[in-house]
Structures are given as C-alpha cells and as structure tokens.
C-alpha cells in the first residue's frame, strides 16, 4: 500500500536563551488537525519523545553480518603465506622486508594527505543514508488530537514493538487553540537531536500544525514529500495491538525501582545461552516475583506488586532487552502497570509519568513482530456487524472523540453487547483504538479514505476467514451446528463457558473460556493437538473460535430480548 506524505515545512526546535519553540509539521494530505500551547513540564515531554524515537528506529532482529572487509583480510594473509614459502634467499628476503616497510611509510602519508577528504566522504555518505532511510523506511508518527489530550503512535523498523505517547492536556500551562483529528507529523533524527536540548528553564512553545518551520530556500518551495511503500504488516499491527489491548489481561503494578532493578540487570548481563525469557511468578496476596532465565536469578519487586489474581501461576515472556527503552523515563516515572496476555504471548507495558503516558507494547519475542503468525483479533470479543449498527457506533465516536462503552452505548441507542462488538470491530479496522491507561475507547482513522461500513466488513471477513484456515474453519463448525454449550457459570466477576465442539476433521474437543463482566477473554484452554504444541502463541483454534461463536451469538439474543422489555 502506497502513503504519500506532503509536508509545508518540517518539525524543529528553535531555542534561545530563555524560550523555545517546538513545531512539528502534519501531513497536509489529511485532516487539518492542529494543536498550539505552551508546555509547563517540557523535560518529561523530551524523554517520553526519546523513548518513542528509540523504538522507532530499533531493529533487534537477527542479521547476518558483513564479512567483506573479512574475507579480504584472510586473503591477503594467505597471499602473504604462499609468497613467504616461495622465497627461500636470505638476501631476497630482505629486500622484501625493506620494500614493504618502505611501502607501508608511502601508505600512511597518502592515507594523511587523503584524510580530510575522506572523512567529507564519510559525512556525506552518512547524511545521504540517513535521508534516503527517513524517506524510504521511516514511518511518521500517527498523531490523534483529542479533548483531553493528544498522542503519538508509532511501531519499530522490526515491527516488534509499539509506542504511543499521549500528552494530558494538564501537561500544558496554557492551550491556545486545538482541531480534533488524526494525521501525520514530520518525523527525523534531527528532530530527535533537537528535542534532546530542550531545557526546564526555558518557556516553550508546542505547536503542531500544517507549516511547522517553513523552509524557503527549497526549490520545491518549501514542500516536502514522501512516498513510502506502507508493507500490509504495517497495518496488521495497529490491528493486533488493540486485539490484545481488549483482551482480558493480568494486570501487575510495578514501582519505578522495579523498573530500574530490571532494566539495570539486563543492562549488567547478557545471556549466551537459551532460554532468555523472564519468568513472572504469580502468587495472590504476594508480591510479584521475576526470574531471569537462563542465570535463575529472582528479583522480589516491591509491596506495590502484590498479584490480586485468584490462583498461582507462571508467565513466561520473551524479548526483554526491549524493555531498555524504559531506562529514559525513570526520573519522571510515577509507576508503571505491567499487562500480561499469557505464556510467549504480547505484553504492554503502561508508564505513568503524571500528566504523560508511555505505552510500550512488546510482541511475543523479537524475531516475531506483530503481524507474524498469531492472530489475535480472533479471540477479541466480536457479534456479527450489521452496517447501519456499525456506522452509528462510528458516527457517534467520531463526534464524541472518546467514550466508555457505556456512554457510547447511550448515545448510539444501541445496547450493551452490540455497542462493544462494533466498537471492538472499529478497532480491527483502523477506525478507532482502545486507551489501556483510561479504559476508553477513542477515534483514530489510520486511513485516509471515508468509512463506509459495508467495505470494512468485507475487507474484514476477506482478512479473518479467507486468509486465516482457523477462522475459516470455526464458521464451518458453528453453521453446522457442531458447537455446543455444556455451561455458563459466573466466575471472578464473569463467566466460564465449557462447551462441545466438533472440528472439521471429525475430532470431539473440550475447549474452555473464561471472560470478565465485560466479555473480554481472560485465558482459553482446548484439548485438541493444536492448543497442546502452540498454546495461544499462533493465536486460538478452530474449536475456541467456534465456540465463542456460539457465545456470541447467544448474547445477541440476550441483548435483543433487553431491548423488547426495555426499549430506553
């Protein structure tokens, strides 16, 4: 998918002695959203800005190295070898020696006199490399004005990890104007450089806008364009992100020295042997503890930790040294809230710096990102979408900018159930998002193109049912009528379903969901083959999936029978 960027003038830093300006430069091919203020706190600003730069330009997964300059080297070695075995005179010898000392002097005084010209040549190399990957690779921030605040969302060049930014508008000590909107914004290394140099002595200005710093010796007038080829991953991964968002996580409070004790360990040590992987020891009514594999080395956080589940457990999670991001926001941070999806599943990673969050959103392991095998948005909770519901459900929350499920549902005259199932589908269409921090549900259109709802479920039923054989298969099963309740029962403030469920291929399996008040599934266990080998780490099988059909639609009718007895 090509996204073309258009940009009036580009995002900069002007500092003086005691005021600074920060713009940044949208893209003028979508909304016209727009933000002017005066920052009160601008040094927590800064670090969450470095922390959300870090992710975007980090790139962990494995490469192979260049061994050019290597495999050269050797091959002068072994020239060198075979010439010394051939020479065998003593006198001969010698005159080689003395001519290569010679040539070794000549070497260095060309390689003096040529310095200067190659250190211009290293710059400009370096400049027009770092210019043609911000033009190619680099993804702009998506930037969503609300309200109440406005936010940066962004994921890795190895799109294993996400962050996102949201500034409480309390961050400001006066806000001129703002335009509800999403858009994109200037977004480089110098920029990076820049913001770094902001001081709390100085009164700062924050704009963002279409001209951020007009350049006007450009032969282009000032305009700036990109074409970037956006890779369907790209995409795919805002998508899995808030799957896992809306999913019934386990929730641990971590205080900043917990955060400073993990990331200073894994600063001190690096592991040469599998396994990698932090293992979170779960007890209720205790505190959290975390072990590092392979060293078993536990590290007992602090009383804020204590787990408020109903049962023991273990979670195993991977990629930690992504979690050296965090090591910016530390002087500023007032807690942190670790969400847990499962084993080797999706964690995210919530930093409340005050009037600032920073959330980082961690894939199941880096060589994995996030658009990679599992499918997460197969176990968000999810009715059939009706086009005239789900154009409502996105009218309202367009208008509204944010909303609780609750309120929306009030506003759209739509209930409980169906309100959550269309805003749940908004959000695996790019049309909204799902706030961990404030549990509300906010509008934020990834694409540039109008909603039309019957184009969105289509696109939706060709990613989740054609591309994906599990999906696929659960809708065989539950047509058939091979899905069935054995039970409901309440449980930790929800609902346990059991169920029978014959797969395609004849199997008779017990698959087994838990989900809260809210319908979001909290764990999900099967006993067919498939949940034995991979557990949720490729997403859920054909048989949880059919049986959460059969939930679903089940509370469509339960929804449908409210609305007869109480029509308000």
């Known amino acids: 998918m090509n996204v073309e960027f258009k940009y009036a003038g580009q995002s900069g830093v002007v500092a003086g002695l005691s005021s600074a300006r920060v713009a940044f430069a949208t893209n003028e091919l979508r909304d016209a959203a727009f933000f002017r203020g005066e920052l009160a706190r601008p040094l927590v600003m800064r670090d ?45 010898r010698r005159q080689i020696e003395e001519r290569e000392v010679r040539l070794a002097e000549l070497d260095d005084a060309r390689a003096e006199l040529q310095r200067p010209f190659r ?13 043609q990957y ?14 109440d605040e406005l936010s940066f969302e962004a994921f890795s060049r190895d799109e294993s990890s996400y962050a996102r930014v949201a500034l409480k508008y309390d961050l400001f000590a006066k806000i001129d104007a703002f335009e509800c909107g999403t858009t994109n914004v200037d977004f480089s290394t110098r920029l990076h450089r820049q913001l770094d140099r902001m001081r709390s002595y100085r009164q700062t200005r924050f704009d963002v806008d279409a001209g951020g710093f007009t350049v006007t010796n450009r032969e282009d007038g000032g305009h700036r364009e990109k074409k970037i080829d956006v890779p369907e991953s790209w995409t795919n991964g805002f998508l899995q992100v808030q799957s896992v968002m809306t999913l019934g996580l386990r929730r641990i409070r971590l205080a900043p020295i917990d955060v400073f004790n993990l990331c200073r360990f894994l600063a001190r040590f690096r592991a040469k042997t599998s396994p990698r992987a932090l293992r979170w020891q779960l007890e209720p009514g205790r505190p959290t503890r975390v072990v590092f594999e392979p060293w078993e080395h536990t590290l007992t956080l602090s009383p804020v930790s204590v787990y408020q589940g109903e049962r023991s457990e273990f979670i195993r999670t991977w990629g930690r040294d992504r979690l050296k991001v965090l090591e910016r926001l530390l ?15 999706p964690s995210i990673w919530v930093c409340d710096l005050g009037d600032l969050t920073f959330t980082l959103g961690l894939s199941g ?20 979408a009706d086009p005239a ?59 540039f193109t109008p909603f039309v709802a019957q184009a969105a479920i289509a696109r939706a039923q060709l990613v989740s049912e054609q591309q994906d054989p599990k999906a696929k298969a659960a809708r065989q099963v539950f047509e058939a009528g091979d899905a069935r309740f054995t039970a409901r029962r309440p449980h930790q403030g929800g609902y346990k379903l059991s169920g029978s469920v014959r797969g395609t291929d004849g199997e008779r399996t017990r698959p087994l969901l838990s989900v809260d008040a809210e319908g979001q599934i909290i764990e999900a266990t099967c006993t067919c083959k498939h949940f034995r080998t991979h557990r ?26 409210q609305q007869e007895v109480d029509p308000l």
């Open 134 to 147: 911000e033009l190619e690779y680099l993804l702009d921030p998506v930037i969503s004005i609300h309200p």
């Open 331 to 345: 002087p500023t941070m007032q807690h942190t809230d670790v969400h847990l999806a499962g084993h080797g599943m």
């Open 389 to 447: 519901a789900l154009t409502r459900a996105y009218e309202t929350l367009r208008r509204e900018r944010y909303g609780s499920v609750d309120r929306l549902a009030e506003l759209t005259g739509l209930g409980v159930q169906q309100t959550r199932a269309c805003l749940s589908f908004l959000c695996q269409s790019g049309r909204a998002m799902f706030d961990l921090s404030t549990g509300v549900f906010r509008h934020r259109d990834l694409f």
């Open 119 to 131: 250190a211009a040549r290293r710059a400009y190399f370096e400049y027009a490399y770092a210019q």
């Open 365 to 384: 392991w880096t060589d994995q990102d996030w658009n990679a095998g599992a499918s997460f948005e197969l176990l968000a909770r999810r009715l059939d």
């Open 536 to 561: 949720l780490t490729t997403g859920p099988c054909e048989h949880m999936l059919a049986l959460r059909l059969a939930h679903m639609a089940r509370l469509r009718s339960e929804d449908e029978r």
């Open 48 to 92: 969450a800005m470095a922390a959300l730069f870090a992710v975007v330009v980090s790139d962990l997964k494995f490469h192979v190295r260049d061994r050019v300059a290597f495999r050269a080297w050797l091959e002068q070695q072994d020239r060198e070898f075979l010439r010394g075995l051939v020479v065998r005179g003593e006198q001969i």
